[in-house]
């Protein structure tokens, strides 16, 4: 598929009306970080899509008024927020070509603590993304579900990039790889459940709330340091070779080679982050302390306890569903005082 099967229909017919969707958060295994121009990829990433942690957005739409949007997040009015939407439809008017024709008053709500570091513009473009494609069923009539969601998550991904892969569960991929078949720079596609062992369906994710303020370096400068920076290309080569073990490994169900591919992951995005020009590091000390006590865990339990880090100083404390209870009394004595007021968002994967 390419963008032209995105354009929208000219004969729409607008009316006034509100329309509410939900749209969970994901966490990536395989990152994305690095893009070109009109938010394509510079590698293929998967992530596993939350359960608990959600955007829920309501979006009235206002026909025939001059366009304008206003956004609530939690009750208050955010300007910033509303500007950032308002250039945002602008931009894919192409797709929805109705977008512009009338006013918007959006209210947005996380089931997450703000700031908390859970990527809140994945599950809240994503929701925008759903609650446009329901206008406009509404507005063009009602397509397949597949191809709704299809399109919601093409109209997501140019919102932010990680948003697309949001609007399926399980497993989902995002950017062209040979090893996932129907995969595609512009759109998530879900990875084949016959290709999932068991034990990776039933999974938690423990989020430790290291540090709750504003990051230093937004994800949108990270990408555009990756230009400049010499390791970017053996990167962008490495995600993609990550790949080919990561598709036997999920079908084996080989735990610890999952492991180890999942945070060489979370590390080298780190890495990349502290190799850019001029250099960054988002990680804290407390993010280096329960990293180092997960491997002694490891080390002495054998038990599968890992991480994977966003563009962030939170650890996301992975563990599959099953061998938890020795996990968890570990995370409550042993990690939780590396968080800021006993911060933890207690999530598992949606399938
Ligand atoms: C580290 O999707 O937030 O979480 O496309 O600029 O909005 P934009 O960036 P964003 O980047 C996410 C980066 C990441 C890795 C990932 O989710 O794959």
């Given amino acids: 598929m390419t963008t032209q099967d ?8 607008i009316r006034t009306q509100t329309v509410s969707e939900s749209c969970p958060s994901n966490i990536a295994l395989i990152k994305y970080w690095g893009k070109y121009a009109d938010q394509i990829p510079a590698n293929p990433s998967i992530s596993y899509t939350l359960n608990h942690c959600k955007t829920n957005t309501s979006m009235e739409f206002i026909a025939n008024e001059t366009f304008s949007v206003q956004t609530f997040l939690a009750g208050n009015e955010e300007v910033k927020f509303a500007e950032k939407i308002e250039k945002y439809f602008r931009n894919i008017e192409q797709y929805l070509p109705w977008i512009l024709k009338g006013k918007y008053v959006i209210r947005t709500e996380n089931t997450f603590p703000h700031s908390s570091g859970i990527a809140s513009s994945a599950s809240g473009f994503g929701a925008i993304a759903k609650c446009l494609m329901a206008l406009d069923a509404s507005f063009t009539g009602k397509k397949s579900e597949e191809e709704s969601l299809r399109k ?27 090893e996932v078949s129907g995969s595609s720079d512009l759109f998530g596609v879900q990875y084949p459940d016959a290709e999932i062992h068991e034990v990776f369906k039933n999974f938690n994710d423990w989020v430790l709330l290291i540090h709750e303020g504003q990051k230093s370096v937004s994800s949108s400068v990270g990408h555009g340091l990756m230009k400049t920076n010499p390791y970017a290309e053996r990167r962008f080569q490495e ?12 079908k084996k169900g080989d735990m610890e080679s999952f492991i180890k591919l999942v945070e060489h992951e979370a590390l080298t995005l780190h890495a990349m982050m502290m190799m850019s020009e001029p ?32 563009a962030g100083a939170n650890v996301h404390l992975l563990f599959p569903g099953g061998a938890e209870d020795q996990i968890k009394s570990f995370i409550e004595a042993e990690l939780l005082q590396y968080t800021q007021k006993n911060g933890v968002v207690k999530d598992v994967m949606r399938f």
């Fill in 6 to 13: 995105f354009i929208g229909k000219e004969n729409f017919n």
């Fill in 152 to 178: 919601a998550s093409f109209l997501a991904r140019l919102g932010s990039g990680s948003a697309c892969r949001s609007l399926y569960n399980g497993l989902v991929v995002w950017g062209k790889t040979d």
């Fill in 239 to 250: 995600a993609r070779e990550n790949f080919v073990p990561m598709k036997e490994i999920l």
């Fill in 279 to 310: 250099a960054f590091i988002l990680m804290k000390t407390g993010t280096l302390e329960v990293i180092n006590k997960i491997w002694d865990f490891r080390r002495e339990t054998k038990l599968p306890l890992f991480f994977t880090l966003d």
